[in-house]
């Protein structure tokens, strides 16, 4: 994501690339002369005005410390934190913005809006089946994404996440696709969302970032992002 988050910044008006973190001994090809690139996350954190983190979790402990001591807001991508570093960017959200969000997908969101009021509108009546494919190499099942809009349903219902079923399946370079299915004896209403390329994710990501140096210290989603408090 590191690199299709540098190509999606070569089209952006107003923004460019200040730094990037790599692991020590690692090269970044392409780069203009002034990017610094280092495996010192305070010096990406000085150098930044808005940090954006897909790394992994472990990743992300340093970079929300890093947020934190230079005061930067936080664009997160990082899907599968635990309890203890969720607990860390709400603290650093009483510092900072931060917008976290297992899907930065501009359509997500909005496939994200749209299933909270059909969920809404058509009640417990309906069954809900929430499937998802993706590459061979993803590890965690069902994906964030899925679980993200299982909770939605939930949330809008008032309902136990339990009562959702997930199909999941890996093949392929499949990038994501999510479909949302309410179903009752009767008729059934199917919504989903498709991506051909993870660049949508490193645009959403630098939308994200674009938005987030506007606002007060809180916690964000990308619903916020597009929305608003709506």
């Known amino acids: 994501m590191g690199l299709a988050i540098v190509r999606a910044l070569q089209d952006q008006e107003g923004l460019c690339l200040s730094s990037m973190w790599v692991r020590e001994g690692q090269s970044i090809d392409n780069l203009a002369n002034d990017v610094l690139v280092t495996s010192?996350?305070?010096q990406v954190a000085d150098a930044a005005d808005v940090l954006i983190d897909f790394s992994l979790p472990e990743g992300t402990v340093e970079v929300v410390a890093a947020a934190l001591r230079y005061k930067k807001p936080?664009?997160?991508?990082?899907?599968?934190?635990s309890g203890?570093?969720?607990a860390d960017l709400d603290a650093l959200a009483k510092v900072v913005p931060v917008v976290y969000d297992r899907n930065m997908s501009?359509?997500?969101?909005?496939?994200?809006r749209i299933v909270q009021q059909a969920a809404e509108s058509l009640g417990e009546g309906f069954a809900v089946e929430i499937q998802e494919t993706h590459h061979v190499h993803k590890l965690d099942a069902p994906s964030g994404t899925a679980l993200k809009l299982g909770e939605v349903v939930s949330a809008a219902r008032g309902t136990d996440p339990g009562e959702i079923q997930y199909?999941?399946?890996r093949r392929g370079e499949v990038p994501g696709e999510h479909t949302v299915i309410l179903s009752s004896p009767n008729e059934s209403l199917t919504l989903g969302h498709s991506v051909t390329t993870r660049r949508v994710f490193a645009e959403g990501a630098i939308r994200a970032a674009r938005w987030v140096t506007g606002q007060r210290p809180g916690r964000y989603q990308m619903r916020h992002v597009l929305f608003g408090n709506s």
């Open 74 to 81: 936080l664009v997160c991508g990082v899907s599968g934190l």
């Open 106 to 112: 501009l359509g997500v969101a909005v496939l994200e």
């Open 167 to 169: 199909d999941v399946q």
């Open 40 to 42: 010192i996350i305070n």
């Open 84 to 86: 203890a570093q969720n």
